[in-house]
Structure formats: structure tokens, C-alpha cells
């Protein structure tokens, strides 16, 4: 079992630029999550994503979009990126919403500059 | 609004010495209570939890937490340290029809040989 999945693993961005994230859930997973963990910082809760539609949503401008497909994988897009949306991405993946064995991928470690 | 607190940033201990890291939450009705530990460079592993039940939870590692409701606390212990379990770790709550995991700021627990 390979375990939740975090594609690419570091990149970096220009600010404003815009920036996809990818994940692949664990399997037999059907919910993802997004979380962004700031320098020194716990995680904090962007979105989830369940039957390929966002469920729950942190507080998080509207430059933070996602999607699930079919296959449960999912993406989390940032527009027009600010410097202050450096840090890692956590994905998340359960097999239910309620979250209470979530299992966490390594993370993107994304830099603007 | 959901909420933690680790009050620790940062503890240091000798091998073989006792652990306690405090986590202090706020929610309305019963939590549901994690740990999580974070490696450098690594995503989050999950330690133990509590849903519902006895108050003393059991972990992965030797690691255990009792939920304290009287004192909104859910704090971590070990008997004896070794040095692998030097990580960051996490406290987080969730619970109810909010699935969002919240976390705690992390306490950085350092081992000294």
C-alpha cells in the first residue's frame, strides 16, 4: 500500500503566478483534505473534498480551489500567489468524512518569491 | 469555535526519562481528540485517539493520552524516551458535523542522549 501520495514534492513560484498540487489517496480512501502548515505553525484546514465536491471549507480566500476526480485523487490550485502562501501542503485521506483516522502524505513544499 | 492550546513549545529530556506534553482544547459538545507526531521533512502520523469511551487511550510507539473533560485537556505520556521519538507533535480536535481536523501549534520535543 503505497499510502496518500504528494505530487511534486518542493517547488517555487513567482509571486502571482499560479500553482497546482496533486494527491492520490490512500487506497480504499474516498475523502481528501488540504491543509497548509506554515513555518512553525500547526496545520491549518483548507478544504475537503467527498464524492468529487468540496464539503467543508477553513478559512481560506477564494484564490484556494480544488477538485476531486473519479478516481478519489484530488488538486488544490492557487491563483495569483502571495508570498505569505509559502509553506507545506498536507493531503489528507480517510474513508469517511468524519476524519478520525486520517492518514496524512509527506507534503508539497511550495516557496514564493 | 474549535480551538487548541500547547502551551509548550519546546521541551527537552534525557533518554529514558518520562514524558508529558499538554494539549488543552476548547469545543462545545465531546471531541473527538488526536495526537499526531511530525518528522522533519514528514507528513503527520497519527499516535492515538479519542472518540467515545474509556478515558485512558493507548498509541502506537508505547505512547499514551487520558481525556480529561472537567479540564478540556488530552495531554500525551510516555514512562521512558528514546531518542527516535524526538519529532514535532501535534494535538488536534475535531467532532460533531465539523470534520475539520484543528490543530495546535506543536510542541517540538527534543531528546538528549
Known amino acids: 500500500d503505497a499510502g496518500v501520495t504528494q505530487s511534486p514534492t518542493h517547488l517555487i513560484k513567482t509571486r502571482g503566478q499560479q500553482v497546482t498540487l496533486r494527491c492520490s489517496p490512500k487506497s480504499g480512501h474516498d475523502t481528501v483534505s488540504w491543509y497548509q502548515q506554515a513555518l512553525g505553525q500547526g496545520p491549518q484546514f483548507i478544504f475537503q473534498y467527498y464524492e468529487e465536491e468540496e464539503r467543508q471549507r477553513g478559512n481560506f480566500p477564494d484564490r484556494f480551489s480544488g477538485h476531486q476526480f473519479p478516481n478519489y485523487s484530488s488538486e488544490l490550485n492557487v491563483n495569483a500567489l502571495l508570498l505569505g502562501d509559502s509553506a507545506l501542503y498536507l493531503c489528507a485521506s480517510s474513508w469517511d468524512r468524519t476524519n478520525t483516522e486520517a492518514f496524512f502524505g509527506q507534503g508539497t513544499r511550495l516557496t514564493v518569491v | 469555535a474549535q480551538s487548541v492550546t500547547q502551551p509548550d513549545i519546546h521541551i527537552t529530556v534525557s533518554e529514558g526519562a518520562s514524558l508529558e506534553l499538554r494539549c488543552n482544547y476548547s469545543?462545545?459538545?465531546?471531541?473527538?481528540l488526536f495526537w499526531y507526531v511530525q518528522s522533519p521533512g514528514q507528513g503527520l502520523q497519527l499516535l492515538l485517539k479519542?472518540?467515545?469511551?474509556?478515558?485512558l487511550v493507548q498509541g502506537i510507539k508505547g505512547f499514551e493520552a487520558e481525556f480529561k473533560r472537567s479540564q478540556s485537556s488530552f495531554n500525551l505520556r510516555k514512562p521512558s524516551v528514546h531518542w527516535s521519538d524526538a519529532a514535532e507533535y501535534f494535538c488536534?480536535?475535531?467532532?460533531?458535523?465539523?470534520?475539520?481536523?484543528?490543530f495546535g501549534k506543536g510542541t517540538l520535543l527534543t531528546v538528549n542522549p
Open positions: 479519542y472518540l467515545s469511551g474509556d478515558t
Open positions: 488536534a480536535v475535531s467532532g460533531g458535523s465539523n470534520y475539520k481536523l484543528t
Open positions: 469545543y462545545g459538545a465531546t471531541p473527538y
